[in-house]
C-alpha cells in the first residue's frame, strides 16, 4: 500500500469528513470536531466552538479553533457573521444568502430567509461599478423569551 493510499484509508469516512475534502482541504480531528459542533450549535463564537471541541480534544487551542475557522470560511464551508457590537459567529449554512435576526436583549440569533425576491435580495440604488454577489442583512429586536420576561416583570413604581 502506497503512501497515498494508506493516508486515504486513515481518513475518517462520512458526510462531515466528505465536505471537508470535497472543498480541498484536509481532513483532521480539529476540522472533524468543529465542523460537528457546527452542525449542532450554529451561530457560535470561536469561544464557544473551542470550549466544546476542547473536551473532545482536550490537546486543541484557541488559535487552533480560530484557525480551523479562518480555513473552512475560506474555503466556503462555514460563513462568518458579525452583528454590531457581538463577536463574530460561525454557522454551516452558506451559498444561500440569508439573514439573521438579532435579539438585543439577550444576543440570540436566528436565521432568516432572503427579504423578496431571488438573491441577493436586494437592489442597491447605485452600484457605483461593483458587480454585487450577495447582500447582509441583520434585524434588531426582541426574540419571544425576552418579550416574554418584559411584559412579565413589573413596572417601577
Keep these: 500500500m502506497g503512501d497515498n493510499e494508506r493516508t486515504r484509508a486513515a481518513e475518517p469516512p ?3 469528513a466528505d465536505s471537508i475534502r470535497a ?3 484536509k481532513v483532521t480531528a480539529p476540522r472533524l470536531a468543529v465542523l460537528r459542533v457546527l452542525d449542532q450549535a450554529p451561530h457560535s463564537t470561536a469561544e464557544r466552538l473551542f470550549a466544546t471541541v476542547r473536551a473532545e480534544l482536550p490537546g486543541t487551542s484557541l488559535q487552533a479553533v480560530y484557525g ?4 473552512f470560511t475560506g474555503a466556503g464551508i462555514a460563513r462568518k457573521i458579525e452583528p454590531a457590537g457581538s463577536p463574530a459567529l460561525f454557522e454551516r449554512q452558506v451559498g444561500d444568502n440569508h439573514h439573521h435576526i438579532v435579539c438585543t436583549r439577550c444576543g440570540a440569533v436566528r436565521d432568516v430567509g432572503c427579504v423578496v425576491g431571488e438573491a441577493p435580495c436586494l437592489t442597491p440604488s447605485s452600484t457605483s461599478g461593483f458587480t454585487v454577489h450577495t447582500a447582509e442583512v441583520t434585524y434588531w ?3 419571544p423569551d425576552c418579550q416574554a420576561a418584559t411584559s412579565s416583570s413589573p413596572s417601577p413604581l
Excluded at 480551523?68 to 480555513?71: F, S
Design 141 to 143: 429586536g426582541l426574540c
Design 14 to 16: 462520512g458526510p462531515l
Design 23 to 25: 472543498s480541498g482541504l
Design 68 to 71: 480551523v475557522l479562518a480555513a
